[in-house]
């Protein structure tokens, strides 16, 4: 019987019965003779001339076969990265950001470009207007589809920064030969042009030019983009100004009037030797904003009595106490006072300040993030009066119980919202007057053991505390609506069980007489550390809180 053979592949060869060639002697025989000059048998020699004559027609086969397996594993290959090719460019086609809905995008293009964000914290660190680099100019550098859209939003092109010293605005020559025109004009007037007919929010930044210099370049250059950015400036909603200085130049260029500027917030120089006066037509400004540098005592920058008149909201960041006292009788109507990083002059100053009366003041925010707050803010809380205060905000790292009763005491207000971090040990019995609080926000609770939630839902569900002069005893904030608890990202009591601690704390109040059998807070907005917000969403107390009618919302950090 006849053995069937099989064919071999015609590609690389391989066939079943291409066995490896295998030596028909011992190994040990063959080993033998390798180490020793011992000689064969003829049978032997004969055994080895037969395999020599076999294994090299072998060997030329093997040889033969490498080659077309080379040649099909490069066939292989070549088809393997033409399909990947092919795989990735069927999955760019599939990419969702194609089946994404325009307004969807608009929506990121305007994140993207600060739209959302606060101007006074976006235009610090965001880039120049007139930066290719950055948004929205990127937007349309990204694809036909992204230009358009980007092309069609004008409120994405509503955030304005000049930076005159910025490179995009160096002198560059134009068309006409020797005739020099700054390079960014071209493209601020297309800035401009984009964010059609909308209100902007700019920021300006140049130094003193002279419109009478004729050899000046540089001069002519900031006079260019002034002239082009006044004639936007009906458009003004809010203007930040890089320098105080930068006003000189604007009356001298703006004629125009600013009626929609509501807005206005100047860094102020330390090196001004003449105080620059804001006296523009502006009858919707009602907020001012003045940063300070070290070693300022006073805001330099004036108003006039018409726009001093007009401003509700202030706000004034690194000047002395005594620059904030000197500001109550110029501003008459102001309703809303902002004080951040106050500076003493030095350890006696605070004797030489001035008292100030703020009348109409209802919101008063107060922010101090040195350590020795105290230092600064009880001169500064000594010089003020604030009778009609109904919000004080209170963020700083100090004790500032009794400075906060010697204001009360001496201003007589009765506050309805309360926000301040619990290192100012106000909530222990500071206030006197707490019948009509009704928001209350406490902020880095848990940081120390003193400053626990236990603390704070110990002192809100007492009901021993003196609610004002002449009242009787009860729980504290009668009528408080809201709480809010902003645990800090490591608290000191981890395993503490809040939820119970709430619950009993709501217990106690709705059984005090001072609360009519009303349910106080019935708003409670708590964030913490990711483990204790979990423990407290799955509390078996925050559905009977619901339960009484209590709105509990719980964010972790």
């Not at 330390?270 to 804001?278: G, I, N, R």
């Not at 926000?441 to 021993?464: E, M, P």
Request: hydrophobic letters at 40%.
């Amino acid at each position: 019987m006849t053995t069937k053979r099989t064919k071999a592949c015609p590609q690389c060869g391989y066939s079943s019965d291409n066995a490896p060639l295998r030596v028909p002697l011992p190994k040990a025989r063959i080993d033998n003779f390798l180490h020793t000059n011992d000689f064969f048998t003829e049978d032997e020699g004969n055994i080895f001339r037969s395999f020599i004559g076999n294994g090299q027609s072998k060997l030329n086969h093997l040889e033969a076969r490498i080659i077309s397996v080379k040649a099909l594993r490069a066939e292989l290959e070549g088809a393997k990265a033409e399909l990947v090719k092919a795989l990735s460019g069927q999955k760019t086609i599939l990419n969702p950001m194609r089946r994404m809905p325009e307004e969807l995008l608009v929506e990121i293009f305007l994140h993207g470009a600060g739209i959302y964000t606060d101007p006074g914290e976006y235009f610090p660190s965001a880039g120049h207007s007139l930066d290719l680099g950055s948004p929205p100019w990127t937007y349309s550098r990204v694809c036909r589809r992204w230009k358009e859209t980007a092309m069609r939003t004008p409120r994405v092109w509503t955030r304005v920064k000049i930076d005159a010293k910025r490179r995009e605005f160096s002198l560059a020559k134009s068309m006409r030969g020797d005739d020099r025109l700054p390079l960014g004009l071209s493209l601020l007037s297309g800035y401009l042009g984009r964010s059609a007919a909308l209100p902007l929010t700019v920021y300006l930044d140049m130094p003193e030019f002279s419109i009478f210099s004729s050899s000046n370049l540089d001069d002519h250059a900031l006079y260019a983009i002034s002239v082009l950015m006044s004639s936007h400036s009906r458009r003004w909603e809010s203007l930040f100004l890089g320098r105080g200085r930068v006003f000189d130049q604007i009356n001298t260029v703006f004629s125009d009037s600013f009626p929609l500027l509501k807005m206005l917030r100047i860094r102020e120089d330390s090196d001004m030797s003449t105080a620059p006066a804001v006296d523009i037509p502006a009858p919707n400004l009602k907020s001012w904003v003045t940063i300070g540098k070290a070693g300022l005592t006073q805001v330099n920058t004036t108003l006039s009595v018409k726009l001093y008149n007009q401003i509700t909201d202030y706000s004034i960041s690194n000047f002395s106490c005594e620059a904030v006292s000197r500001m109550s009788p110029l501003l008459p109507r102001l309703r809303r006072l902002v004080v951040r990083e106050l500076k003493l002059r030095s350890s006696w100053s605070f004797f030489l300040i001035s008292s100030g009366c703020f009348p109409g003041l209802q919101d008063l925010v107060v922010e101090q993030s040195d350590p020795g707050a105290l230092n600064v803010l009880q001169p500064f809380f000594n010089s003020i009066t604030c009778p009609a205060l109904t919000s004080l905000s209170i963020i700083a790292h100090d004790s500032l119980k009794s400075v906060i009763q010697d204001f009360e005491k001496r201003s007589a207000f009765n506050l309805g919202y309360l926000d301040i971090t619990g290192h100012t040990r106000i909530l222990e019995g500071s206030l006197q007057n707490t019948a009509a609080l009704k928001t209350l926000v406490l902020r880095d609770i848990g940081k120390t053991s003193s400053l626990s939630v236990a603390s704070v839902f110990s002192y809100l569900g007492s009901t021993t505390v003196s609610l004002g002069p002449g009242s009787s005893l009860g729980s504290p904030f009668p009528a408080l609506h809201r709480l809010e608890l902003h645990s800090c990202s490591t608290p000191v009591l981890m395993e503490y069980d809040t939820m119970e601690a709430l619950f009993l704390c709501v217990s106690s109040r709705l059984n005090s007489s001072s609360h009519g059998n009303s349910v106080s807070p019935l708003e409670v907005f708590i964030t913490a550390p990711d483990g204790q917000a979990r423990k407290m969403l799955n509390h078996p107390r925050l559905g009977e809180l619901r339960s009484l009618g209590i709105k509990v919302d719980i964010v972790a950090l």
